[in-house]
């Protein structure tokens, strides 16, 4: 069974204090890992997908990076409009038992503080 | 591009009441998702939709969910009865069709309450 698991579940940074967050994943045959972003009272945004271990992906102040085992979302300079919930997910890809099926996990609150 | 419609956005219901949420896809989406979000939890996938055929709904308590996506187009979600443990977000999503799944674009969601 696919599984996602997200740390810190919770972060507060000052405006302007870079840091990661964390996606780690157990999947048969990775096809894609999601990032999110979710504000409160909405549905999830999508940010970047990922295909393969060594990619990287930039918007903004943010870049995700891809291993075999997780990813991470790197948060350079945030600001406060920053603040939101980052969701990461997994797609299974053909040949598992869940092909095409998103898998998330529980998300990171980001906090960025003026 | 007007982007996933639910309505409605709130719900309050008393429990063995019905429910029913309403979605309407992304224009030329082929491919429909129902997820429940619990309170601090990430989304989990009800069902997914390819045109008219739901092609994944290992995960939808047939017992009192039912969903239905008639001409391929908007999509509604039914509960009934809802129990207490029902209450959550309801989210749809909608992405192109085969082969590629990526990109889900969410809907807003229907918050529901069970009282």
């Known amino acids: 069974e696919d599984q996602v698991t997200q740390s810190p579940e919770a972060l507060r940074l000052q405006e302007g204090e870079s840091s990661s967050l964390n996606c780690s994943y157990t999947?048969?045959?990775?096809?894609?890992l999601f990032w999110y972003r979710q504000d409160p009272g909405k549905g999830p945004e999508f940010l970047f997908t990922?295909?393969?271990a060594g990619e990287e992906k930039e918007k903004e102040r943010l870049k995700a990076t891809l291993t075999k085992k997780e990813s991470f979302l790197h948060i350079t300079a945030p600001k406060p409009e920053d603040s939101a919930t980052y969701l990461c997910?997994?797609?299974?890809?053909?040949?598992?038992?869940?092909?095409?099926?998103?898998?998330f996990g529980q998300g990171t609150i980001l906090t960025v503080h003026p | 591009e007007a982007g996933v419609v639910q309505s409605p956005r709130y719900k309050i219901i008393e429990k063995k009441q019905p429910v029913a949420f309403w979605c309407n896809p992304i224009?030329?989406?082929?491919?429909l998702y129902w997820y429940l979000q619990n309170l601090g939890q990430g989304p989990e996938l009800l069902i997914r939709y390819e045109n008219e055929e739901a092609v994944d709904d290992s995960q939808l308590p047939k017992d009192r969910f039912s969903a239905e996506r008639l001409k391929g187009v908007d999509s509604t979600l039914k509960i009934q009865p809802a129990e207490l443990g029902d209450s959550a977000v309801y989210l749809c999503a909608s992405s192109s069709g085969l082969p590629s799944y990526n990109e889900q674009f969410f809907g807003p969601g229907t918050r529901l309450t069970v009282l």
């Open positions: 999947v048969s045959g990775l096809r894609g």
């Open positions: 997910a997994v797609q299974e890809g053909a040949g598992g038992t869940s092909y095409g099926k998103l898998t």
């Open positions: 990922l295909y393969s």
């Open positions: 224009s030329g989406h082929n491919t």
